[in-house]
């Protein structure tokens, strides 16, 4: 009898199910300097990493310019085939941060300040603040209060006490800052909520490693897929290079799906070694 070799992981995260259908979701990543390769993105895998745990399906993710035109046209494109789109970056006081004003042509809305938005601006930056928000003030204070110039038809919502920046929300396009840790911040507070009204139900990822390389493996994964793809499980190959290990991944909504397909492959896969 042979040993069973292939080391098995598993990891669940548990949401209440309100509806059969998985959510899409899409991102819009939107910046010059992503684009040159001067910043690093990380919000990727920021939300990549809490549309998982949440059970949104992120299918989708395009990098485009700050240019109006390649910001409304990815929208509107990514709006029209997904559930929610999320955009990170362009919120800002400069010339070149033009994401509201993008969104609201792109929806055919126009721009108005946010009464709320300038009274937390106001509140939160203090007395000390160099250029505090005003629509009528010095040019500083004007280009401050371009980050509460948002569009008329948008829902607002502040999900930290101690930010003034909020998540704006156009039809199902939800805009949000680029800056790392506050992307990381606001989506933490503000994309279970957002999975509840979804009705999310979370994915649930088991995984099998071992030392079958992946061109031996391929015939196994090729049938096994086939048998589970009706029950919405997908499998995954990631090779460990330098380690000479495979990650095989099995990814689905149902816990004895995955499992059970995690373990007919780890038992196949003992047999290949």
Not at 70 to 82: C, K, N, P, T
Not at 108 to 116: P, T
Not at 201 to 215: L, Y
Request: net charge neutral; with cysteine.
């Amino acid at each position: 009898m042979k040993t069973l070799c292939a080391r098995v992981r598993s990891t669940t995260r548990a949401l209440t199910q309100k509806s059969s259908q998985t959510p899409t979701a899409a991102f819009c990543v939107i910046g010059d300097e992503i684009l040159s390769g001067t910043t690093q993105d990380t919000n990727i895998r920021t939300l990549a990493s809490q549309c998982f745990s949440l059970g949104i399906n992120l299918q989708k993710i395009e990098i485009v310019p700050d240019s109006r035109a390649s910001i409304g046209a990815s929208l509107v494109e990514l709006s029209h085939a997904h559930t929610v789109v999320f955009t990170s970056g362009g919120i800002g006081p400069t010339h070149d941060d033009i994401t509201y004003d993008a969104v609201a042509r792109a929806f055919g809305d126009k721009l108005a300040y946010h009464s709320e938005t300038l009274q937390r601006m106001q509140r939160i930056m203090g007395d000390t603040a160099r250029a505090r928000p005003d629509p009528n003030g010095t040019s500083a204070e004007r280009a401050c209060a371009r980050m509460a110039l948002f569009p008329q038809s948008a829902r607002v919502t502040f999900v930290d006490d101690k930010l003034w920046v909020p998540v704006v929300q156009v039809q199902n396009v939800h805009v949000l800052p680029g800056i790392p840790r506050l992307f990381a911040r606001m989506t933490h507070a503000y994309l279970p909520e957002l999975a509840a009204e979804l009705g999310a139900r979370a994915f649930v990822r088991a995984e099998v490693e071992t030392r079958v390389s992946e061109s031996v493996l391929a015939p196994v994964l090729e049938r096994v897929q086939s048998e589970y793809a009706s029950r919405g499980v997908k499998l995954g190959s990631y090779p460990q290079w330098p380690s000479p290990h495979t990650l095989v991944s099995v990814v689905g909504q149902s816990p004895k799906d995955v499992h059970e397909c995690r373990d007919k492959l780890a038992l196949l896969l003992s047999d290949l070694s």
